[in-house]
């Protein structure tokens, strides 16, 4: 996480007015435990963007968890008007209030937040405990049986979805596209955000050349899930196999983001500094994936064709060689 670090905050100095890089930096901070520093990053993210609902999530959350609750109830508040079909915001005002000992107002919010959405099982238990405290036995006894029969049938979904995506993995590792892509479209009607499906819709589409329909379904991989360092790392190929470069080196440079160590990223970047002609840029990043992953046929082999583009016959040829060792003698030198 230190390199993550480093990156956000040098991307925050050669760019103070981004919202998105304060948010992202208060997200880090507050994993790392740094709760005022990341309380900083998310002031400073509402104060550049007043009316985003995000920044101000963000914000209140952190303030919560360091028990200004006053203010996390304002700013709750503020969401809920700024995305009034937000259940989670109604939710989460609700919390608060339940902490600020205020649990008739937390009925209402929890109330609104399961009006939005009838399935928000967190929403019935909390709900469940709010009236009971109230002294409202039946209706919380309601609200907390309501909640387990969600968790049950969410347990139900969750098996059955996770039979359609190992049998979609398995059909698609025998070649059997066809019969795959029903697989996980079964996932995606059981789940329509579920990031795995989606993800592995993609790459068949993506085997079958079928390049924008593919990169949609890395997109809704990506919503899904933010962090998915396969997606991006996907998406920017397809991207790249489009001629669409800067796009590509964007979603590179995104998967990096997410994780500093990870090779395929490095590699993939490597390459298109090459082909814009940066070929320092390109070995940086081709060592770093060697570094990281040692038996990387493919990044040797870029490595050694950098060498020989700056005239290091020797180094060239010793990773050349190093490549088709790895790659079991099947890489050929250019």
């Known amino acids: 996480m230190g390199r993550i670090l480093s990156r956000l905050s040098r991307a925050r100095q050669r760019n103070p007015e981004s919202v998105e890089i304060h948010n992202d930096l208060g997200a880090l901070?507050?994993?790392?435990?740094?709760?005022?520093?990341?309380?900083?990053?998310?002031?400073?993210?509402?104060?550049?963007?007043?009316?985003?609902?995000?920044?101000?999530?963000?914000?209140?959350l952190a303030v919560r968890d360091e028990a200004q609750l006053e203010?996390?109830?304002?700013?709750?508040?503020?969401?809920?008007?700024?995305?009034?079909?937000?259940?989670?915001a109604y939710y989460n005002l609700?919390?608060?209030?339940?902490?600020?000992?205020?649990?008739?107002?937390?009925?209402a919010s929890f109330h609104e937040a399961i009006r939005l959405d009838r399935e928000y099982a967190s929403a019935y238990y909390q709900l469940g405990?709010?009236?009971?405290?109230?002294?409202?036995?039946?209706?919380?006894?309601?609200?907390?049986?309501?909640?387990?029969?969600?968790?049950?049938?969410?347990r139900e979904r969750s098996d059955k979805l996770k039979t359609h995506?190992?049998?979609?993995?398995?059909?698609?590792?025998?070649?059997?596209?066809?019969?795959?892509?029903?697989?996980?479209?079964?996932?995606?009607?059981?789940?329509p955000d579920s990031t795995e499906a989606h993800y592995n819709i993609a790459r068949l589409l993506h085997q079958?050349?079928?390049?924008?329909?593919?990169?949609?379904?890395?997109?809704?991989?990506?919503?899904?899930?933010?962090?998915?360092?396969?997606?991006?790392?996907?998406?920017?190929?397809?991207?790249?196999?489009?001629?669409?470069v800067d796009s590509a080196k964007e979603q590179f440079s995104a998967a990096l983001r997410v994780n500093p160590n990870y090779s395929p990223g490095h590699f993939n970047l490597g390459l298109i500094w090459a082909e814009q002609g940066d070929l320092e840029a390109a070995f940086r990043e081709f060592t770093v994936a060697v570094?990281?992953?040692?038996?990387?046929?493919?990044?040797?082999?870029?490595?050694?064709?950098?060498?020989?583009?700056?005239?290091?016959l020797q180094a060239a040829q010793e990773a050349f060689s190093?490549?088709?060792?790895?790659?079991?003698?099947?890489?050929?030198?250019?």
Request: aromatic share 6%.
């Open 94 to 107: 609700g919390v608060t209030q339940m902490q600020k000992g205020d649990t008739a107002s937390s009925v």
């Open 165 to 191: 995506i190992h049998r979609g993995v398995e059909l698609a590792t025998k070649g059997d596209l066809s019969n795959a892509l029903e697989a996980f479209q079964a996932a995606l009607a059981l789940q």
């Open 29 to 60: 901070l507050v994993r790392l435990g740094r709760h005022a520093e990341a309380i900083r990053e998310f002031r400073e993210a509402v104060e550049r963007a007043p009316k985003s609902c995000v920044a101000r999530t963000n914000l209140a």
């Open 208 to 244: 079958k050349g079928q390049l924008d329909a593919a990169i949609a379904e890395y997109h809704l991989a990506l919503q899904a899930n933010p962090e998915y360092v396969d997606a991006y790392n996907n998406l920017g190929i397809a991207l790249r196999q489009k001629g669409a």
């Open 71 to 88: 203010e996390a109830t304002a700013l709750f508040r503020d969401v809920t008007r700024c995305s009034p079909g937000n259940s989670r």
């Open 291 to 312: 570094t990281l992953t040692p038996d990387y046929a493919e990044a040797h082999y870029a490595l050694g064709v950098v060498f020989q583009k700056k005239g290091d």
């Open 322 to 334: 190093r490549a088709r060792g790895l790659a079991g003698g099947t890489a050929r030198t250019p």
């Open 129 to 154: 405990n709010a009236l009971r405290k109230l002294g409202d036995l039946r209706g919380s006894k309601a609200a907390l049986d309501r909640f387990r029969q969600i968790q049950n049938a969410d």
